[in-house]
Each structure stands twice: as structure tokens, then as C-alpha cells.
């Protein structure tokens, strides 16, 4: 009934575990969420790090991110977009102080002068047990055993460690791990998010047992989405997070619709 993706990304994989409706409706109705602060928040604040990076390591200062900010903040429209947010609705003034705090943050989890970065929003293209898989990889650092260090940033929360297992944690990365070693036969050692809202940083050794794990959830969701797709079957998982969703409180989620 309908046709599976030809690619499965790290976060379409999230996304189909988060909820099958959700992820029907966003792939194959194509009715996609609106951007959200916090989403925007993210994405400005990348943008601007990653141009940070692109400069000579003595000329990442703080002085330096605060012209980057401004010149992205014009050059991309910024503004515009997020005067179109809903919540909170049009404050520019504390979009721009909460990213700008983030930004600097990065100087409690490393010395940008002194970190080095191989590639930036690097493309791979692979294979997983026969499953196809895109995605960009944030940062990637080869080491002097050349193995690489995956990172990224992340402006939410540090994630409760009741809820949220290492492997669950750091699910994306370990996904963009097995797509190295299968696309350029590149080890991985490390994997670091950096939580930049708190100055956190946390890091995870990889190991084969959690590179299992990450395949079989792979195999796993890639499996139940062909089944899904056969049968035109995907089920809605509400739960406590529903209350945050789009779909539901549009009225487009079938689970709420008549409720």
C-alpha cells in the first residue's frame, strides 16, 4: 500500500520507534511539524559553531561568534523566521540571548582554539545489514590511531539517565558509527554529545556490543516498517509525550481525533 523510503536516516529511525502514525504522516502524508524555538534554536546555533570552525583556531573567540551570529542572523533571515514561531511568540530578544549563552558554553566542555575537526556535516551513504541508510555526520575527528570521534551539539536537556540508556542516548551516533565503518571501513572509538544549554559533556566508549545493539534496532525498525507498509497498518503510540505533538493537537493523529 505504500512504498518504503529507498533511505533510512538516523532520526527517521527515532522518529518510526517515537510512533508509526507520526512517522506516516510526516513521510508519506507529507505534512510535516512546524519549526518549534527549540528546533530553531538548534539549528541557529550549529549553523553558527560550524562556522566558527571554518576559521584559523586563533581566531575562534567569543568576539568572533558574536560577528558570526550577526552575519548568519542577516544573511539567513532569521528574524523572519523567528517572528513566525508560535511559542514564545515573536521574542526575538531572548531567541538571541539563549542562543548566544549556549554558544559560549562551548568554551566549558572544550577550547575551540585547540580542538581540531577533520570534517563538518559530512554525507554517508551506506549499508547496515542490507538496510540503506543517509545522514549527516555533525563532527568528525580522526585520531593518531585513526579511529574517529564522532560528536554533536545539542541544545535540550541532559536526558534522564532512568529513561535514557546509553545506547538509547546515543542511538544516532552509534547508527553514524556502523555507517563509517560500512561506507569507508573507518572504526569508531568515541562518541561525544555535547549538551551545551548545561555544559555538559558526555562521551561513550563504543564497543561491539553496543554497535549490536544500535544494528538490531536498525534491522528491527526496517523490518516493521516494510511490514507496515504492506499492510498499510501503522499504529499510533500514545503516551505521555503525545501531549507535546503536533498531529494530536491539530486533530490529525486518528488516536485523538474524535476525542
Not at 539549528?43 to 562556522?51: A, D, K, N, P, Q
Not at 581566531?59 to 514561531?85: C, F, I, M, Y
Amino acid at each position: 500500500m505504500f512504498t518504503p523510503p529507498d533511505y533510512l536516516s538516523p532520526s527517521s529511525i527515532r522518529l518510526y520507534q517515537d510512533c508509526p502514525q507520526k512517522f506516516k504522516i510526516n513521510k508519506f502524508d507529507n505534512i510535516k511539524e512546524p519549526p518549534s524555538w527549540a528546533t530553531e534554536l538548534g539549528t541557529f546555533t550549529h549553523e553558527v559553531l560550524e562556522h566558527l570552525y571554518l576559521l584559523d583556531p586563533s581566531e575562534r573567540t567569543h568576539d568572533s561568534v558574536k560577528t558570526l551570529a550577526g552575519q548568519l542572523w542577516a544573511d539567513n533571515g532569521w528574524e523572519e523566521k523567528v517572528l513566525s514561531l508560535d511559542e514564545p511568540k515573536g521574542d526575538i530578544k531572548k531567541f538571541k540571548q539563549t542562543a548566544f549563552s549556549n554558544m559560549i558554553n562551548l568554551w566549558n566542555l572544550e577550547n575551540p582554539q585547540e580542538t581540531f575537526i577533520d570534517e563538518m556535516e559530512l554525507e554517508v551513504e551506506s549499508e547496515v545489514e542490507g538496510v540503506r541508510m543517509r545522514g549527516f555526520i555533525d563532527r568528525l575527528f580522526i585520531s593518531d590511531d585513526e579511529t574517529a570521534i564522532i560528536s554533536d551539539y545539542k541544545t535540550g536537556k541532559v536526558p534522564n539517565p532512568r529513561y535514557n540508556t546509553p545506547d538509547k542516548q546515543f542511538f544516532q551516533l552509534l547508527a553514524y558509527a556502523l555507517m563509517l565503518e560500512s561506507a569507508n571501513d573507518v572504526q569508531t572509538s568515541q562518541l561525544d554529545l555535547l549538551y551545551l544549554t548545561e555544559s555538559t559533556k558526555k562521551t561513550l566508549e563504543v564497543t561491539p556490543a553496543l554497535l549490536a545493539t544500535a544494528m538490531g534496532t536498525i534491522v528491527e525498525t526496517k523490518e516493521a516498517l516494510d511490514n507496515a507498509c504492506n499492510t498499510g497498518e501503522f499504529h499510533c503510540k500514545v503516551t505521555n509525550l503525545c501531549d507535546w505533538c503536533h498531529y494530536k493537537k491539530t486533530g490529525l493523529c486518528p488516536a485523538f481525533a474524535n476525542k
